[in-house]
């Protein structure tokens, strides 16, 4: 919740920074493998029958990695959207950097808000979508935006929390029930990030004993995936921190 004594004169939202990596991860790890298989048949310089059946089948799989990469480009670049709050000014500007559109809105324009989220193959992650009056609406996620939770606590004291579909009105009693169960999905939440973490750990730990002792046709990730593994490495152990904090801070009450 805000303080009246100290309060918000503007919020800007940030994206993460484990987005770019991810989104590189991502489209790099879609490439790579088939990339290998294709450049051992072309450095073979000879095809038999067997290797041929191989070797289409791998294009045809490259074909459907670079498809996906489309696909991921497209959703990055329809979906990402920048909050700017100015308190001071009662004005909410929403930003898509990658179409180049801004829109700005008073705070009395701004319907109501509610909660709600996404399902990806790893993790569940929160999303708050914003109605305007003139019906259109604008959402952001945690996925993408580092600070989420000061937008959330902003958003909880100043706008109307709604529910469901059509942005329905909350008695007192409804509005305190939505909230417990916000906490609870971030206590789950951070639960599935942390168990996500550690499965990464586990898989960078693979990918490391495979690269030393079960080198493929003498290639190795070399210094390059060395520190890639490094990074994510890095990321993985900072969100189960975060994580337990999460759950440390939400579990108490």
Partial sequence: MMHSDNPIMKIKSRLRL???????FVIGGCGIVP???????????????????IFWITLLVSLLFVALQFYILYIITTKTLLININEELKTIGFFQPFLFKREIFSFEEIEGFRFTSYQSKSN?????????????????????TSNFREIENFSIGKFILTKGKDFETLSSEEREAELIKNKNFDI????????????????????????KYISFADRRIGWLGFWVCIIFLYFSIDKIIQANKTIKAYTQY
């Fill in 18 to 24: 484990i987005v770019v990596p991810v989104i590189l």
């Fill in 124 to 144: 569940e992650y929160k999303c708050i979508i914003f109605k305007i009056r003139n019906n259109k609406t604008f959402s952001i996620t945690d996925f993408e």
């Fill in 188 to 211: 789950k939440q951070a639960k599935d990030y942390r168990f996500s973490c550690y499965l990464n750990i586990v898989l960078i730990v693979f990918i490391y004993f495979i690269d």
């Fill in 35 to 53: 990339f290998i298989f294709v450049q051992r048949f072309i450095d073979d310089d000879k095809f038999s029958p067997g290797q041929d059946s």
